[in-house]
Structures are given as C-alpha cells and as structure tokens.
C-alpha cells in the first residue's frame, strides 16, 4: 500500500484519458458524459451494477464502439474507433473468455496477425524467440508449442496478457478476468497484474468480487446508470461505501401488496451440478412472488435450466405441485405444471420464422388438435385471447414474431405460458431489453399472477425490479444460495453485500 | 433508460404502424419466391414452346413430370429433413437398395411381390432409423451421417444384386408404370397424392408444426416441450421411406432393379428442394414450393435434350440454375433481416411523432 501512496503523491501521468464519453443504443443512453482516466502504474478498477455501463466502456476503450461523443485519447493522441488502431496506439483488452485460437500453438497465438516474418514467410523461429519473451514475463511455465485449446481458462488468459505484452501495450483492460479462475490462479493472475504495474503499465480491473478489488486496486471508478458517480483512491473507501456509490441512495418503494400465500408449488431439495450449483433448497408457494438476485455468473439461470429439465443435475429433488418430477425432461415438467420465460427469448423463447400465432401455442399444440389434426379454428381463438389479455400490440395474429418490438416479444413467450394455466412460473431477466413503458405493465402483469394464485420464480439483475416486486428475496452467489431474504430485509445494500461477498 | 419519453403510448402506436408496412413487405418477399419461380417456369415454357415445335405437345410435357416424379418423392422426404436443417445423402442408395429388394428377392427368393415391396420400403426407414440415430444419439452431423449410410447403402446393393440390373419385373410394376387414373399417369397421380399428404402433415399436425419448430429453432422447441430429437429421427425415417417408394418407381420405369441407376441423383434433389424455397438453415418452405423446384430441374433438363445442347453442357446450365437459386435464397434472408433491423433501429431512435 505504501508503494501506492506514493505513486498517488507522486502525480502520475495519465495514459488513457476520456473526456465527456456518451454512448447510445436504440432506446438506451449506455454511457452518459463519463470522464475515465488510466494512470501509468496503477490499477484502476471499474465498479458498477449490471448494465451500469461498464462493457459500453470497455467496448470504446477496444475501439469496438465509437462514441456518440466524447474522446479517448492514450499518451496525448486521439484514439480511433477500430479494434486494429486500439491495439497500434497501445490498449489490449482481455475479454471475459479467452480469444484464442484454439488449435494454434502458444506461440502463434501471442503473435496473432503480427507473425514476422522473412522473405515472406512466417519464421518460426523468431516467432518463437518473441513469444518467449513475452511468456518469461508472465507464464514461465508454459511451453510454446502447446495448442491454445489444451490450456486451462487461467492459462489461456496469461497467453492473452503475454500477447499484450508483446504488443507494447500502455493499457491493459481486463474485464472480469477472474470469473473462471480458481483462487491460486487468482494469486498467480495478481502477482502478474502486480508485475506489469510495476513496469508502469495502466490496468483497468473490472470485476464484481469487492475483496478482489480491495486487494489489487488503486483507485475505483464507479459507473451508474451510464453516469459517472465518481473516481477515488481506494483508501478513502470501504466495502461499504462502495455498495453506495455502485446502488445509489433512491432505491424505489415496494409497491406489491399483501397477498394470500396458499400451499408450496415449487419445491427444490438440495439441487447439486458439479461446478455449477451446490447444495441448493427453496420453496415458492401459490401466490408468492420469490426474488432471485445475485450478480451474472451466480448460477441463477443455470439452476432455472436445471428445474426446467433442460440441463440435468447430479443430485437433488425438483416437485412442482407436490409431483416430484424427472430430471432432464422438459415435457414432464411443463405437463405437471411449470412455464419458463427463459433470459434470451430470441435464441431460447421464439422460433422467429413462424408467426405470433404459432409461438402462442406451441407448447399446448395437443390442446388444439381436432382427430389428430392441429384446428387452427382453436388456435386462433386461444392466440387471440392471450394476446387480448396481455395486450400483444401486433398487426395480426399470423404477423412473424421477429417483426414484434422486444416488450410484445416477451409478451408472446408470456402468453404461450399462461395459455397452459401454470401453477409455478419462471420468470429469467423479464424485462431485459425492453423498454421502460412494456416493463411497467410486465410488472404489473407479474403481480396479477401472484394475485391469481401462481407462485413466480422472479430471475433478475435490476434491483428496484426484485425490490418492489419480492415477497422474499433469494440472493445466489458463486452456485449457492448466499441468503434468504424476507421484504423487511431486503435493501440494496443487503442484496448487493451477499451478492458480492460472504 | 432516462431517454425514454413519457408519450409512450405514442411510440408503441407509432412503432405499429411501421410494423404493419413491413408486414406487407415480408409476406411480399415470401410471395416472390413462388411466385417467382412460377413465373420463371412458365416464361421457360413460352420461350421453349417457340423454340421447340416439339415442347408443347402433351407427349413431351407427361414425359418431363413423370421423370420428376422420381426426384419429386424423394424430395418430399428430403424436405422434411431440411426442414428441421439437417440433409440426407443417403437417399439414392436407398432408392437403388430399393429398387433391387423389390425385384431381387421375388427373382431370386420367390418372395410374393408384395411382401418384397414392404421389405424394401422397410429397408428405407431402417437406412433412414439409422441415420436419425446417428445423428441425434451420437452426435454426428448429418452430411457425415448420412455419406457414410450413402456408401453402405449403394455396397448392399451391389452385393445383393451382384452389381447389375436385375429383370424381369414383376407384372405389378409394369402395371403400375402403364396405369393411368383419370387420363394422368398414375405414377404422376401418386406423386400429387404424396405430396399432398406430406404437406397436410407438415401444415395441420403437431408432428409438421414440431419439424418447424425444430428447424426453426431446437433449443426453444425443446424448452416449449417438444422431443426434438424424437421428431429429427421421424424426418430421416420418412426421408427413407420416401426414397424406397422413389426405388419402386425407378424400378417400373426401367423395368429392372436397378442397381446402377441414380447416380448423383441425391444432389438434384437437394438442388430441387433449395430451389423450391426451402431453406437449407431449417425451418422454412413447403412442399408446394419444392414441387415448382423439381418442376423447374426438370424443365431444364427438358429443355437442353430438346434444343440439342451439347449433352455435357447439361450440367452446366443445371449448376448455374442452382446457384442462382441458392443466392436468391440467402438473399432474401439478408434483405429480410436488414430490413426488419433498420426498421426496429428507426422506429425505436426516431423521436414520437403525433398520428391523430
């Protein structure tokens, strides 16, 4: 820590400076006026919820993105938005999984596209002198030759790092560097981090594990809602006064109302997936509403697959309605009654090719069949009752569903479920991708539900969503659920404290 | 998020009335690949009737359906496993297989005719059991698949007839090829009855609308309930099955089991399949589309016999054909999908516009 402070009174220089960064999607202001600075020996770790705006950062500084307006410029010249140029002005970001290429060797990969060459052709042996080089430096132990698909995730990232190196690079980005590693890994990765800080290289250090933040960090710059919220030496903070920065002090009021809870729909008895979950029980009961939070990676999606039956687990119960039901099959689970509205509807939800109409009842096609033959008499009249009731707004019932905005996209993926009348209903990120309007009446359709007697298994990044709509609140850290919450106890700061540490 | 304006119920009135313009556009450039290759068709036909004193006559025109219709029921098969994006190589082994089952063991075993033909289209769905197995049990794609059951197929076939033709035929299939319902040839009817029942199953059952599913998008077909790998296995069955009925057709036309015959056919019929619109990605066309396919393959067969193109120039044009089929298709699906994006970024970026 000395070491720092004195690096901090010493003013560093400043490699990367970005002024008035904005960036926007359709619909969303991902990175609104943010000013960000890399200073040179130091670690600068990037702090915010999901969706706060991080990645849309980390995409400029890649030159992946250009910016609606604002400016990056590295060492005093402007930087362009164009991966190639990010990599000639001195920035390599290290992605959240490895870009290799597999079957290539160490070596090739650490000179990817820069290959020397002699009277044109590749020479081996300078690439390999050069990868060798840079390997000393941070993975001594690895051999050149080896093919980069052989070498574990932690492995693949030195390579990564090590191609950095040799590229000259004045700024290190690593986005969530350590979602894969195992904790020696994790020390190993450290001291090389460590290492190139020292030789006074810039890193930006984005993760979502506060301790790890605490260990390797200078300074800590926290985004919100696309918005700067601030920058400051990590002396100055605590774990706790980085929560605030990273929630916010308007956390909205809950607004759902005491509803009568029946009987136990879902039932989930200590559910275990090597690697992926470990020891996992909860309830959900007819009319309640069972909030599931906990950072990207926690498992939650993985453990809504497993309940599904669409991916299997090694041990453990999953009974829907009292009825214990089979791993690995879906079409049980859904005949004893349990829908899931899965995270990614495009690729998980819809077939895109065919019409509104046909993705409403694709899951209850025996239910429309007259002497074995589908009576689209039937399955108009239910496609147009769901989509009355859930106010789908789309030109026809035979419209493709790939021409509907993403709010009467989930609308449709809702619709095909209520159809079957679950008794248990799995909601995975909602009203993710949607804009604000449709997401207001999802939560109010999410609250009709419970009051109709179904228990909803609400999956969600977006706290003030889990806040109004919970009865309870389940926060899953690392394939394990870290705390069971009741509304009393769920605030920001508790969820986002059991999410990132514990 | 802050940019959302509160005038949403503008925006999403807004947004609907972009939605039912593209609407229009889509089913257009849905139109215009039938419609397309109708119209192609018959302008071939108006220019071949000019050309070729001898095209028009109803003598050349049965000529040229009743030899598609070999392609044609093969394709009827093959379509339902492109559907759900897979391909099957194996079927003009299957046909030939077929074809020599059903005339091999009457000459050689003294079998009845009727249970031969059973055996051979039972050996159809078994080629096409196992390719399904291969494909969904042990993972492997199905071009490998289905080449490896393509070569194990023609072998069985040779061994069985011991590498020729095998005649005479059964009274049954000379019957068959004469036979006429209606003034139409009956293997030309059959072919329409077979279609038509495919493309009923393929539009009013489960079982078509989980093959739709499954091409379209397997893993939300699985997590809607379907057992997809259950229904890829039924479309190579029925792929086998279509092939082996092809194989009794080839063996009343040539009189013989034919165990040379169809060499390189399985490719025409997937040029056809692509032709008629159904797309090699799954999930999309339909048997009427496929049937103008063959139709159109045909046709240009006809047409350089007739107007005395060198003979190996044949396959030239027929390649070119193909192409222009296959860039029409991958076309389409980039101008759709452009189309549709431009159009969601515009209504979604542009700023609320009043419509009262």
């Not at chain 1, 990599?87 to 870009?99: E, K, S």
């Not at chain 1, 004045?170 to 290492?195: A, H, Q």
């Not at chain 1, 919100?224 to 308007?250: A, N, Q, Y």
């Not at chain 1, 399955?379 to 493709?400: F, H």
Request: glycine share 8%; net charge positive; hydrophobic share 50%.
């Amino acid at each position: 820590m000395s070491a720092v402070e004195n690096l901090v009174d010493d003013q560093p220089r400043e490699v990367l400076v970005a002024r008035g960064l904005t960036k926007s999607f359709p619909g969303v202001l991902a990175l609104d006026n943010v000013d960000f600075d890399v200073r040179a020996g130091e670690v600068t770790a990037l702090l915010g919820e999901n969706g706060a705006g991080k990645s849309t950062l980390i995409k400029l500084m890649a030159g992946f993105y250009s910016a609606d307006r604002g400016e990056i410029s590295v060492d005093g010249k402007p930087m362009h938005a164009d991966p190639a140029a990010a990599h000639r002005i001195g920035v390599a970001t290290i992605h959240q999984d490895a870009h290799l290429v597999p079957a290539m060797s160490v070596a090739e990969n650490i000179m990817l596209g820069r290959w020397p060459t002699r009277y044109g052709l590749v020479s081996v042996n300078r690439q390999r002198q050069r990868a060798l080089d840079a390997l000393a430096r941070v993975a001594p132990h690895l051999n050149a030759s080896t093919p980069a698909g052989r070498l574990s995730p932690a492995d693949q990232q030195l390579v990564e790092i090590a191609r950095a190196i040799s590229e000259d690079s004045k700024v290190l980005v690593m986005d969530e560097p350590t979602t894969s590693l195992s904790p020696p890994e994790i020390d190993r990765l450290f001291g090389v981090v460590n290492d190139l800080k020292a030789k006074g290289l810039g890193i930006v250090f984005v993760s979502h594990w506060l301790e790890e933040v605490f260990r390797i960090a200078d300074r800590v710059t926290v985004l919100r809602d696309g918005r700067l919220v601030g920058t400051r030496p990590i002396s100055e903070l605590d774990h706790d006064k980085v929560i605030r920065m990273m929630v916010g002090r308007d956390v909205r009021e809950t607004i759902a109302e005491a509803r009568p809870i029946g009987e136990i729909v879902l039932s989930v008895r200590n559910l275990n997936r090597d690697n992926v979950l470990s020891n996992i029980s909860f309830d959900v009961r007819a009319g309640e509403i069972v909030g599931m939070s906990g950072l990207v990676g926690a498992g939650r999606s993985e453990l809504a697959a497993c309940i599904f039956g669409i991916d299997p687990y090694d041990s453990g119960a999953v009974e829907i309605a009292g009825r214990q039901i089979a791993p690995n099959d879906p079409k049980a689970a859904i005949e004893a009654g349990i829908g899931l509205v899965p995270e990614d509807r495009r690729r998980q939800a819809l077939v895109s090719l065919l019409a509104v109409r046909t993705n409403i009842t694709l899951s209850l096609l025996e239910r429309v069949k007259t002497w074995g033959f589908l009576s689209i008499t039937k399955e108009e009249e239910i496609a147009a009752r769901e989509m009355k009731a859930l106010a789908v707004k789309a030109p026809s019932s035979r419209t493709r569903v790939s021409t509907l905005s993403g709010g009467n996209q989930q609308k449709v993926v809702l619709a095909r479920w209520l159809a079957r009348h679950p008794k248990v209903l799995i909601l995975d990120e909602p009203t993710k991708g949607i804009d604000v309007g449709a997401k207001s009446e999802i939560s109010e359709l999410v609250l009709r539900l419970a009051r109709g007697g179904m228990g909803i298994l609400l999956i969600s990044s977006e706290l003030p969503e889990i806040l109004s709509l919970s009865d309870r609140v389940l926060v899953m850290r690392s394939g394990r659920i870290a705390a069971s919450l009741p509304r009393s106890e769920a605030t920001s700061e508790t969820i986002m404290s059991y999410a990132t540490t514990g | 998020m802050a940019l959302e304006s509160p005038s949403m119920s503008d925006r999403i009135a807004n947004r609907a009335t972009g939605l039912s313009a593209l609407r229009g556009k889509i089913s257009f450039i849905d139109l215009m690949q039938s419609v397309g290759l109708l119209a192609v068709i018959l302008l071939g036909c108006a220019i071949m009737s000019i050309m070729s004193p001898v095209f028009a006559t109803v003598r050349n025109i049965e000529n040229v359906l009743q030899s598609a219709t070999i392609i044609a029921v093969v394709a009827i098969g093959q379509t339902f496993v492109i559907l759900i994006a897979g391909i099957d190589l194996s079927v003009a082994s299957v046909l030939v297989l077929a074809s020599v089952l059903s005339v091999g063991l009457v000459n050689f075993y003294g079998w009845s005719p009727e249970l031969a033909i059973v055996a051979a289209l039972a050996a159809g769905m078994g080629v096409g059991l196992v390719n399904g197995l291969a494909v969904t049990k042990l993972r492997i794609p199905a071009l490998i698949a289905t080449l490896a059951t393509m070569t194990i197929a023609r072998g069985l076939a040779y061994i069985f007839s011991g590498g020729t033709n095998i005649a005479p035929v059964p009274k049954l299939f000379v019957e068959l090829q004469a036979g006429r319902i209606f003034g139409i040839p009956a293997v030309i009817m059959l072919t329409i009855v077979l279609a038509i029942i495919a493309q009923v199953v393929l539009s009013r059952t489960q079982f078509g609308r989980s093959v739709y599913a499954t091409g379209g998008n397997p893993l939300a077909a699985r997590l809607a309930g379907i057992n997809t790998e259950r229904v890829i296995i039924a479309t190579f069955v029925i792929s086998g099955l279509m092939a082996a009925i092809a194989g009794l057709l080839i063996t009343a036309r040539f009189e013989a089991g034919a165990a040379t015959a169809a060499q390189g056919l399985e490719l025409a019929v997937i040029a056809a399949v692509v032709i008629g619109g159904v797309s090699l990605f799954g999930g999309e066309g339909n048997m009427g589309g496929m049937l103008l396919g063959v139709i159109l393959l045909g046709l240009v067969q006809n047409a350089v016999n007739l107007l005395n193109v060198p003979p190996n120039w044949d396959s030239v044009v027929s390649g070119l054909v193909i192409a222009a089929a296959a860039a029409l298709d991958v076309y389409r699906r980039k101008y759709l999908e452009a189309g549709m994006r431009k159009k969601v970024i515009a209504t979604k970026a542009s700023k609320p516009t009043k419509l009262s």
